[in-house]
């Protein structure tokens, strides 16, 4: 909390230094009214480096926040096979990070709302980088355990702040590609988490190999550092409450530069309203105007992530169990991570093409029916084949909800809402954990037979009651 207050400082007096500086960027050079809304003055910008260069950053934040989340699928065959975990103790590891996840996702909505995208985002970095170096000593399961459940809050936190931060600070007609740029870039960290561990877990120097691969997660702490001289705030997020002053500044720098970039000016500012601001984002999820969506979300939360994170954090124990060996089952667990950065490509070129909700609905039926296929192929090729498909739709598929969640709630209260709702996944996947533990016992057919109900239950969901979004002001979406 005290780095959040420190990080939110730092942020106002960098803003009062500018404003020297950036005295020639008036609203006269940028052809800026000074009644026009952050938001009108947002959703006009043309697409340039400015965009690129800020969805890199966060990007690399992000980056390690995904690589620490399926490290322990990775890690977790290996821990198992070396008996420094057996299974029910990685059912408690598992269950453990994404308890942390949910009480994070919660908190760093909240601190997004109410301290700033910037301040949340690189405090819940740097703190689970940190706690990551911390975990490399751990000596025995259950420290390590309870290291991953203090992580999973950072982590948790750092996922909502990601979707709300890139929504915002892009046009439209861009949003949900930009946000699959970034899964695309974060999804890369997923083939190295499983290259990684294939290198280094057979290896003992000085430590265990497994332990060298945790040491590499908290290498975030040097990105935090980068982010903290680099990333601004979001000037939706300072208008939304009431620092109009800051945000007028920020606009006027960023139209300035993409001026100086595109060589043209900027066109006319559309008509689009100022939020007003409240002091109650979380009470706003519950009104009628939200309430609906709220619910929505907050179920389809907690199916969709039964499929995703079923197959992610169980692929090499499900190798495990039909025969392959420690690896065969890291071998194949690359593969499929390979394809892990493969969906993230697809989004980019369909989400602004097809409608973001029939997407979901599609992919959703595609990672049922590949996972049931799964459960029923044997050959080495097949396997492969099959998995890779089934990370590729579900990379392909996250990518899509995450533009989609951070677009139905306002500014004011968006990354309460997307933590709150999102929030629900972290407990979904607790206790899908410790059912696929159980299911296991029987076979996978009966573990993916639990998939594809979940994941065709999300698709309904979505088909009823998901409203659209694509190419729509957030502010017109949230009204």
Not at 301 to 317: H, M, S
């Amino acid at each position: 909390m005290l780095a959040m207050v420190f990080l939110g400082r730092r942020t106002a007096f960098s803003m009062k230094q500018l404003q020297g500086k950036e005295s020639s960027a008036a609203p006269e050079a940028t052809g800026t009214s000074p009644r026009a809304s952050i938001a009108a003055r947002i959703e006009r910008l043309p697409v340039c480096g400015f965009q690129r260069r800020f969805v890199s950053l966060i990007s690399l934040g992000s980056w390690y926040e995904i690589f620490d989340l399926f490290l322990i699928a990775y890690l977790g065959a290996a821990l198992q096979a070396e008996h420094f975990l057996t299974l029910r103790q990685f059912e408690l590891l598992v269950a453990a990070g994404f308890v942390g996840m949910f009480i994070g996702a919660n908190l760093g909505g909240m601190a997004a709302d109410g301290f700033g995208r910037r301040t949340a985002f690189i405090t819940m970095l740097a703190g689970y980088s940190l706690l990551s170096l911390v975990s490399v000593f751990a000596p025995n399961a259950i420290s390590l355990i309870l290291l991953r459940f203090i992580i999973g809050i950072g982590i948790g936190g750092q996922l909502v702040i990601a979707d709300t931060y890139i929504s915002e600070m892009v046009p439209r007609s861009t949003r949900g590609r930009y946000v699959a740029l970034s899964q695309f870039a974060c999804f890369t960290s997923v083939p190295v988490a499983a290259l990684l561990s294939s290198l280094l877990v057979p290896t003992h120097w000085l430590l265990d190999g497994w332990r060298w691969v945790l040491a590499f997660a908290g290498t975030g702490v040097f990105a935090a550092v980068f982010l903290f001289v680099r990333l601004r705030e979001s000037p939706r997020w300072l208008e939304s409450v009431g620092r109009r002053d800051e945000a007028a500044l920020l606009m006027d720098q960023i139209e300035s530069r993409i001026v100086r970039q595109t060589g043209s000016p900027l066109p006319p500012v559309p008509d689009l309203p100022v939020e007003r601001v409240t002091r109650m984002p979380f009470r706003e999820l519950w009104g009628p105007r939200y309430r609906d969506r709220t619910l929505l979300l907050s179920c389809f939360q907690i199916l969709q992530t039964v499929g995703f994170y079923g197959f992610a954090n169980w692929a090499p124990t499900f190798l495990l169990h039909t025969g392959k060996n420690i690896g065969q089952s890291l071998s194949l667990g690359f593969v499929f991570a390979l394809m892990n950065p493969i969906g993230p490509l697809f989004a980019m070129v369909t989400t602004e093409r097809v409608e973001r909700k029939f997407s979901l609905i599609a992919l959703s039926l595609l990672i049922a029916g590949t996972g049931m296929l799964f459960a029923f192929v044997h050959q080495w090729a097949f396997i492969a084949l099959v998995g890779a498909l089934l990370t590729m739709f579900s990379s392909w598929f996250s990518s899509i909800f995450h533009a989609y969640q951070a677009e139905l709630f306002p500014t004011r209260a968006r990354a309460t809402g997307v933590g709150f709702t999102y929030g629900w996944s972290r407990i979904s996947t607790v206790l899908s954990t410790l059912i696929i533990g159980s299911l296991l016992s029987h076979g996978i057919v009966a573990v993916f037979l639990f998939i594809a109900g979940a994941m065709v239950l999300a698709s309904v969901l979505i088909a009823v009651w998901g409203p659209r979004a694509n190419d729509l002001p957030l502010e017109e979406i949230s009204t």
